[in-house]
């Protein structure tokens, strides 16, 4: 008798385990392939995952692992390299592309594709100027906003300011008597920085007051958007609220200074841009909308400028002939410069060609943002395959930056590969591309490369294993 049981639960288990795998999880797939049976154009291969969730835990799941291209690596083994696959994540139904040209296609289209990030990403980024907004109004606001922060005037009279915050920065880390967590480290100086270029050098105590706050609302960005204690995305909501308290009254304060004709000093910052500039109907922002965007900003520029230092200096340190090389160039600029020059130049920061590659290198094997993220504003046809209208489009920049048919060799850390190598159309997106190109990325180069420069010149770095 009790064999019997035994039997019976092992049976209903086995049934469990096959109604679970077969018909629960190849669910979400059917009721897709049914809804759109009548169109014209099929849907890509892929997996659409469990109900509800997706394909969500798979992707957590291999990001956490520390290899994350297993996700994209798996649909491209099980289908093909199509360029396009369909899925489901972060709640909404998705069609990733990795090819080249279809990336470029789906970047360079703003009729048929507009911004289409989760909803996780949507709150915790929100910016009604660049966002919510039409396309033309976007146009406008984004070339007033990045003015001050692209181009050749722009960047230099950043330099100085980013060359003391590096060479101070430096100097505090080597003084040091404790082992320092690097990528910590990293997100002070570049934060720093980019409080320093957004909102002047008198705003330096916001420093102090936000602490890890910004790597709570990064932790929240690709999370499950529930707004209850416990979960990820609570806390980023509740960060980023903090970060408002923080920020409103500085906005409020030189708002006022402007207002009373008050000396603000010789140089505008971002702020000033954003309190003056109007939109095309001759409204200033609100005070909310300039929050939003100096949080958007401060956050984007600090969290992937601090990655990549980070994967910089190891990169650096894990292949001594690299550093080498890269440090014979930065003492050939100093033998070169006049002995009246105390300071980098721009025209220095130019001749530092090894060093761009080391750069770019390290923008295709460790770009923080994995994808970039659309949504087809109507059925569109790509290659005999349906986008339809509403779903997500994730541009999956990593997996073509990993992909040994465009980088040979793709695994290897290898600045020549910049040697006279101009990369094809598409293949080289770490700031994304079209009308939503990253505005900030001659910015991250410009603090990148000034870091490094002294860096290389002055200080190396041991990792202690414990």
């Not at 404790?178 to 002047?200: A, T």
């Not at 949504?375 to 920049?397: C, F, Q």
Request: charged share 25%.
């Amino acid at each position: 008798m009790a064999m019997q049981w035994v039997y019976i639960s092992i049976a209903t288990l086995l049934a469990c385990y096959i109604f679970l795998n077969k018909f629960v999880r190849n669910f979400n797939g059917w009721y897709y392939h049914l809804k759109l049976r009548n169109k014209e154009y099929p849907l890509p291969p892929g997996d659409m995952g469990w109900p509800l969730i997706g394909n969500l835990l798979a992707f957590i799941k291999d990001f956490s692992s520390g290899q994350p291209d297993l996700f994209i690596t798996n649909l491209i083994h099980k289908y093909g390299r199509n360029g396009i696959y369909k899925t489901h994540l972060f709640g909404n139904p998705s069609i990733i592309i990795c090819e080249p040209e279809m990336c470029r296609r789906v970047l360079l289209d703003d009729v048929n594709f507009k911004l289409g990030y989760p909803k996780s990403i949507k709150e915790l980024a929100k910016c009604r100027p660049m966002i919510d907004v039409s396309n033309s109004e976007h146009r406008h606001f984004r070339r007033l906003i990045t003015a001050p922060i692209v181009g050749h005037k722009a960047l230099e009279v950043y330099l100085e300011r980013l060359e003391d915050i590096v060479i101070n920065s430096l100097e505090e880390l080597s003084s040091m008597k404790h082992p320092i967590e690097l990528l910590k480290e990293m997100k002070k100086v570049s934060f720093k920085s980019i409080v320093h270029v957004f909102m002047g050098s008198s705003n330096e105590n916001i420093i102090k007051h936000i602490g890890s706050s910004f790597t709570d609302i990064y932790n929240g960005m690709f999370s499950i958007p529930l707004n209850a204690p416990g979960f990820t995305f609570h806390k980023a909501l509740k960060s980023r609220k903090k970060i408002a308290k923080i920020v409103q009254p500085i906005v409020n304060e030189r708002r006022l200074m402007i207002k009373n004709g008050e000396h603000v000093g010789e140089k505008k910052d971002l702020m000033d841009i954003l309190l003056e500039i109007k939109d095309e109907n001759g409204r200033k922002l609100e005070d909310e909308d300039i929050s939003d965007l100096l949080i958007g900003l401060l956050f984007a520029g600090h969290e992937s400028t601090a990655t990549g230092l980070m994967w910089s200096i190891i990169y650096l340190t894990q292949h001594p002939h690299i550093m080498k090389k890269a440090k014979a160039e930065q003492e050939e600029i100093l033998r070169k410069r006049p002995a009246s020059q105390k300071r980098l130049s721009l025209n220095e920061v130019k001749q530092m060609v090894y060093l761009s590659h080391v750069i770019n290198e390290v923008l295709r094997c460790a770009n923080i943002a994995f994808s970039t993220f659309r949504e087809a504003t109507s059925d569109i046809n790509i290659n005999g395959y349906l986008i339809p209208k509403g779903w997500r489009v994730l541009i999956w920049a990593r997996a073509i930056h990993m992909d040994s048919l465009y980088y040979p060799n793709a695994e290897e850390f290898n600045p020549s590969r910049w040697d006279d190598f101009s990369a094809k159309a598409g293949t080289f997106l770490p700031f994304g591309g079209g009308s939503r190109l990253c505005p900030g990325g001659d910015l991250a180069k410009l603090e990148t490369s000034v870091f490094l420069h002294y860096f290389l010149l002055n200080y190396r770095l041991t990792s202690m294993n414990y």
